[in-house]
């Protein structure tokens, strides 16, 4: 058995918990309250994917506005 590429922090249960939350939320909201440690988690789960994406060299990361 291969070794996975990446291992996330984020549960499977965070992951839909946040969609959830987004859901419920209305379209003209600024502003989505949601779990402090889901939130952390993904943000972890996105700089590990970045860096394994710009190791590959795969990835364009736009600076913002």
Known sequence: MSRPL???????????????????TRSTSRTVTVDREALIHLLMDHSRM?????RTG??????GD
Do not use: K, N
Not at 7 to 23: A, K, V
């Open 50 to 54: 970045v860096e394994a994406l710009r």
């Open 6 to 24: 990446l291992s996330l922090y984020t549960t499977m249960r965070e992951f839909e918990g946040l969609h959830e939350r987004h859901d419920r």
């Open 58 to 63: 795969q990835v364009q990361i736009r600076d």
